[in-house]
């Protein structure tokens, strides 16, 4: 059974940080794998943040370039996403997705 479990989502102040995790199992998490993390926001449509496939390719949105970072740990089986200088429109459901597997979702609100 295929699980994706992210974590680290909350409430930050416009120009914090917060880093999200996604914790998967059930699956084999080779470095040939793609792993990528999208988000929605209330209203509008789920969209890509960032991905990270074989070889390290990596592939971000324009509205974040420069202020997130994805990463992942084979070993733990966990892949990352580093949040910097967030805006408040960045806030959103942030999930974690692999071939067709994706997770419930952690909510991140950046709001004064």
């Known amino acids: 059974q295929v699980q994706l479990v992210e974590s680290g989502g909350g409430l930050v102040q416009p120009g914090g940080s917060l880093r999200l995790s996604c914790a998967a199992s059930?699956?084999?998490?080779?470095?040939?794998?793609?792993m990528g993390w999208y988000r929605q926001a209330p209203g509008k449509e789920r969209e890509l943040v960032a991905s990270?496939?074989?070889?390290?390719?990596?592939n971000y949105a324009d509205s974040v370039k420069g202020r997130f970072s994805i990463s992942r740990d084979n070993a733990k089986n966990t892949v990352f996403l580093q949040m910097n200088s967030l805006k408040p429109e960045d806030t959103a459901v942030y999930y974690c997705?692999?071939?067709?597997?994706w997770g419930a979702g952690t909510q991140v609100t950046v709001s004064s």
């Open positions: 990270i496939g074989s070889f390290g390719l990596i």
């Open positions: 997705t692999t071939s067709s597997y």
């Open positions: 059930g699956i084999i998490f080779s470095i040939n794998r793609t």
